[in-house]
């Protein structure tokens, strides 16, 4: 049987020169997490590994103090495999769950988040296959969970930039395959986004290759007339215009503006995703849903998240995962849903495994065990100083 016998976390900086419409990364901090199995292989313990996503600043002191002592000291009966070998991530979530009161959906939903990706790569690794393949045995109902389509988000505020720089951006995104693409806007005049948007159209050519995220940056007094400016464009969608819990503002806007919008990446739990589908007055049949794995306590409670949404009229590709870090990437693609998110220009949480390719907006997965923090490029290096 089992038995996970340590836990390692290190608060990594993420500080950099860009600003979205509400915050700047100046000082952001993540989280990268390494728990460790009593699984013993080429004399090396098995271990599973995660990283935090980005936005939200690192959760190692709930780890620390909470989370990783209670999964260590559980007994490895209480989440064993009971149908086969290694362990079962839902019965350790629910271990990490004991004793947790109901509500309150914050910081703990990204510690939780955070342990459930590692015990899912542990798992994935005790049998020797990839992520995607075990969650879609899991959660059947992807046609191809080796692949996904991909967007590159970008398109950030930085000191000196031009429009045209937004331009040369998306054309470098196209250089490395990437087919759609997000660019921020609501940090600068309307006459300022608005040519920041005509410049990234410029190279993505359709309006249906590019969205707009407003990151929750807009008031009431000026939403309305940022919304219609962007409406001419033909855009995916725009995302998150407003307070992502003030529905009753978005289901106003939703009413009053006919473009398709996207939200959901500040929700925390299964519990705020039935109100947004409730009260937000978004559309089943064109907007999306970007509530991310890891920030919402990880995968036991995002499939109860699309469970509720099914039994509203949501399909599985009205979902497109917030973050685009290298977990998001393989719950997307085994789970059948609508898209990932990733951040190119990041050489730290960008891009993808070695063993994954892009070919025309597309990633194609490896096969290779577990999630891939290892071959990533900018990842691979903190883990491995982390394992020795």
């Known amino acids: 049987m089992v038995r996970i016998?340590?836990?390692a976390e290190r608060t990594i900086s993420l500080s950099s020169g860009m600003r979205n419409a509400d915050i700047s990364f100046d000082e952001m901090t993540a989280t990268a997490l390494v728990l460790v199995s009593d699984v013993v292989r080429n004399g090396k313990n098995v271990v599973g590994l995660a990283f935090d996503s980005i936005g939200r600043y690192a959760h190692g002191g709930l780890i620390k103090e909470r989370f990783g002592p209670r999964l260590l000291a559980a007994e490895p009966q209480c989440y064993a495999n009971q149908s086969g070998h290694g362990i079962d991530p839902a019965r350790a979530w629910s271990v990490l769950m004991r004793n947790e009161k109901v509500g309150g959906h914050g910081e703990r939903a990204g510690a939780v988040g955070l342990m459930d990706a590692a015990l899912w790569d542990l798992q994935a690794k005790l049998l020797d296959e990839p992520l995607w393949k075990l969650l879609n045995r899991h959660y059947p109902g992807a046609v191809d969970p080796n692949q996904i389509t991909v967007y590159a988000s970008g398109g950030h505020y930085r000191p000196g930039q031009t429009?045209?720089?937004?331009?040369?951006?998306?054309?470098?995104?196209?250089?490395?395959?990437?087919?759609?693409?997000?660019?921020?806007?609501?940090?600068?005049?309307?006459?300022?986004?608005?040519?920041?948007?005509?410049?990234?159209?410029?190279?993505?050519?359709?309006?249906?290759?590019?969205?707009?995220?407003?990151?929750?940056?807009?008031?009431?007094?000026?939403?309305?007339?940022?919304?219609?400016?962007?409406?001419?464009?033909?855009l995916a969608w725009l995302e998150e215009p407003v307070d992502p819990l003030d529905y009753r503002h978005l289901a106003e806007l939703r009413?009053?503006?006919?473009?398709?919008?996207?939200?959901?990446?500040?929700?925390?739990?299964?519990?705020?995703?039935?109100?947004?589908?409730?009260?937000?007055?978004?559309?089943?049949?064109?907007?999306?849903?970007?509530?991310?794995?890891?920030?919402?306590?990880?995968?036991?409670?995002?499939?109860?998240?699309?469970?509720?949404?099914?039994?509203?009229?949501?399909?599985?590709?009205?979902?497109?995962?917030?973050?685009?870090?290298?977990?998001?990437?393989?719950?997307?693609?085994?789970?059948?849903?609508?898209?990932?998110?990733?951040?190119?220009?990041?050489?730290?949480?960008?891009?993808?495994?070695?063993?994954?390719?892009?070919?025309?907006?597309?990633?194609?997965?490896?096969?290779?065990?577990?999630?891939?923090?290892?071959?990533?490029?900018?990842?691979?290096?903190?883990f491995a100083q982390m394992l020795g």
């Open 5 to 7: 016998v340590e836990f």
């Open 255 to 382: 009413a009053r503006h006919d473009v398709p919008m996207a939200t959901g990446e500040n929700l925390f739990s299964l519990a705020d995703a039935r109100n947004l589908i409730r009260y937000g007055g978004l559309k089943a049949e064109c907007d999306f849903i970007n509530v991310d794995v890891s920030l919402s306590y990880g995968v036991t409670e995002y499939v109860g998240i699309l469970e509720m949404a099914s039994m509203e009229g949501w399909g599985r590709r009205a979902f497109i995962p917030h973050a685009g870090h290298l977990f998001a990437q393989h719950v997307a693609a085994g789970l059948g849903l609508g898209g990932h998110e990733t951040a190119p220009a990041d050489l730290l949480l960008g891009g993808f495994s070695s063993d994954t390719k892009l070919i025309d907006g597309v990633a194609h997965l490896g096969h290779s065990p577990g999630v891939g923090f290892e071959r990533h490029t900018g990842l691979g290096p903190i």
């Open 163 to 234: 429009h045209k720089s937004v331009a040369d951006e998306i054309r470098l995104y196209q250089d490395k395959g990437y087919r759609r693409f997000k660019i921020k806007a609501g940090g600068a005049s309307i006459e300022s986004d608005c040519a920041r948007v005509e410049s990234a159209l410029s190279v993505a050519g359709d309006g249906h290759t590019l969205s707009v995220d407003f990151n929750a940056g807009l008031r009431r007094e000026d939403a309305g007339a940022r919304i219609e400016a962007m409406t001419d464009y033909g």
